[in-house]
């Protein structure tokens, strides 16, 4: 069974950073486009950031020049590493496997941004 497994997220103060992780198995890793999804209480998810298999990288326009995705394939993990925490990012952090019609979701890691 395919599994997506999330960590790194807590409280953290505004202007203060975290780094999510996520770690997926019985899947091929290496050939999946990787993404991080949000959802704060009330609204619906929306994409922060993207790593293709090729290493490509995409941004939410309201997370660019703060966040940085990447990926190690060795350790099939993917990370949102996030600098410059503002309260507006708060919210569950999921993590996505895509490629083709396969589609695997993690089961989230919470992320709150408060003095």
């Known amino acids: 069974q395919v599994q997506l497994v999330e960590s790194g997220g807590g409280l953290v103060q505004p202007g203060g950073s975290l780094r999510l992780a996520c770690v997926g198995s019985r899947f091929p890793f290496s050939v999946y486009t990787m993404s991080w999804y949000r959802q704060a209480p009330g609204k619906e998810r929306e994409l922060v950031a993207t790593?293709?298999?090729?290493?490509?990288?995409n941004y939410a326009d309201s997370v660019k020049g703060r966040f940085s995705i990447s990926r190690d394939n060795a350790k099939n993990t993917v990370y949102l590493q996030m600098n410059s925490l503002k309260p507006e990012d708060t919210a569950m952090y999921y993590c996505?496997?895509?490629?083709?019609?396969?589609?695997?979701w993690g089961q989230g890691t919470q992320v709150t941004v408060s003095s």
């Open positions: 790593v293709t298999s090729t290493g490509n990288t």
């Open positions: 996505r496997a895509q490629r083709s019609v396969n589609n695997y």
